[in-house]
């Protein structure tokens, strides 16, 4: 089990420095945000964490808050956010084959993008079931003192 905690923000109370830093980190890379599937236990959850800390040395975990804006808007409390500071596709979709997927402990996520030109960060909600087609959303990472929100939702300009 990965045991170095530098990287993991998930049962500790951030300060206003380290959530400053997980919000520019976010800012500049590529995320992942997901909750466990109901029912899931603790060893399953561990695992998944260690895995991607071990395997994945540009990535750390945070927990925070989701609002998703969409036909009937959602909120999730405590959810996990996986953000990669320094990735590519290929990096990202092997943590997602070799670690998410297999572990059956996960069963949908949202994926976020690098900024484009636009300094716009894309986000898609998948279900790894299925692969119906995903609607393109905006996502923003909001540091409120030393909590962290994630919001996903449509632009009122078209998103680019």
């Not at 636009?118 to 119906?132: D, P």
């Not at 962290?148 to 680019?160: D, Q, V």
Request: proline residues 3%.
């Amino acid at each position: 089990m990965f045991r170095d905690k530098s990287r993991d923000f998930r049962n500790v109370k951030l300060t206003a420095e380290q959530a400053s830093g997980i919000k520019d980190a976010f800012d500049s890379g590529v995320a992942m945000c997901f909750a466990f599937d109901e029912g899931c236990g603790a060893a399953p959850k561990l695992a998944v964490a260690s895995k991607i800390l071990e395997n994945h040395p540009d990535a750390f975990l945070a927990k925070c808050d989701v609002f998703y804006d969409g036909t009937d808007p959602l909120v999730w409390k405590d959810m996990v956010l996986v953000i990669k500071k320094k990735t590519d596709n290929e990096s990202f979709n092997k943590m997602v084959d070799e670690i998410i997927v297999p572990s059956c402990a996960i069963s949908q996520a949202i994926f976020i993008a690098k900024s484009n030109e636009n300094g716009v960060k894309k986000a898609v909600k998948r279900e790894f079931a299925n692969a119906k087609p995903a609607v393109v959303k905006m996502a923003n990472l909001l540091v409120d003192e030393t909590h962290l929100l994630l919001t996903i939702r449509t632009s009122a300009n078209n998103i680019k």
